[in-house]
């Protein structure tokens, strides 16, 4: 199953070409019942996931299909006994304020987390994990109290171990917050207003395939309905209706709609 994430950035992308009422054709503005939070890559709520994932990456890729794929790790090799794992990092990821992504940056993270593991302990690779270390500025080894099977599809989730730079600790952790969301992502976090918007831009410097579109604007709109209007009226450009964001009855108010991908719908061209 695709993550949150994954699901509404594949929507976003996916509707774009159907927009209407857009600012831009490489702009678009939807809506979220809430702030995406401070986006604490190593925490939860008020931290949204959908979010955190798109500022945030992981070493490996959870895929649809059950595979695993490299990202930030470009490959991996473990012990015979399967307890300890070396990552060999791509050296062309910077976050992006400008600081290089290394094995140095990776492992201060790893500590971070791990300085909070009772606050992870629902997750059974905080617990497995007994060090991580740098061994030059590409390689990176975690060591495991034993072999741990589901190993690299616990590194692939959301959350909590993905990579913030590590001048935006606060006091060298990031258990008591950070200081700005800083991640080796595609999109950059560019303004907030509490109970009004979040703007996300394109990280221009990515290191991978740069999305298509250089702005999404999240409006803050608790009622679904209420955004439902806020659609109809082209006030925002797409609606993503997944886990209850939109009830199921008030797709009957839109008489002309494209269905693009799953619970997610546009004004079609005239």
């Not at 009422?21 to 979220?32: V, Y």
């Not at 913030?164 to 606060?170: L, N």
């Not at 409006?219 to 082209?234: K, M, S």
């Not at 006030?235 to 993503?240: G, H, K, R, S």
Request: net charge neutral; proline share 7%.
């Amino acid at each position: 199953m695709l993550s949150t994430l994954r699901r509404t950035l594949f929507a976003l992308l996916a509707c774009a070409s159907f927009i209407v009422h857009a600012a831009a054709p490489d702009e678009i503005t939807t809506a979220w019942p809430v702030n995406v939070g401070p986006l604490n890559p190593h925490l939860y709520t008020p931290n949204q996931m959908f979010a955190q994932s798109m500022v945030y990456e992981p070493l490996v890729k959870y895929q649809a299909d059950g595979s695993v794929i490299p990202w930030l790790a470009k490959s991996w090799t473990h012990s015979e006994d399967g307890k300890t794992w070396t990552f060999t990092l791509r050296d062309d990821v910077k976050f992006s304020n400008g600081e290089p992504f290394d094995a140095e940056a990776a492992a201060e993270n790893f500590r971070a987390v791990l300085d909070n593991r009772q606050r992870h302990a629902w997750l059974e690779l905080a617990n497995q994990i007994v060090d991580v270390k740098a061994l030059s500025k590409t390689e990176l080894q975690i060591t495991l109290k034993s072999a741990y099977y589901p190993f690299l599809q616990e590194l692939a989730l959301p959350r909590p171990f993905r990579f913030i730079a590590p001048s935006q600790f606060k006091n060298h952790e990031t258990m008591n917050g950070i200081k700005a969301p800083i991640g080796t992502g595609p999109w950059i976090l560019q303004e907030s207003k509490l109970n009004q918007y979040d703007v996300f831009v394109r990280n221009e410097n990515y290191w991978g395939e740069k999305p298509a579109i250089k702005k999404i604007t999240f409006n803050v709109i608790p009622d679904p309905t209420t955004r439902a209007v806020a659609f109809e009226t082209g006030d925002i450009d797409l609606l993503y209706g997944n886990e209850g964001l939109l009830p199921l009855d008030t797709f009957a108010r839109f008489s002309q709609i494209r269905l693009t991908t799953p619970n997610c719908h546009s004004r079609s061209k005239p």
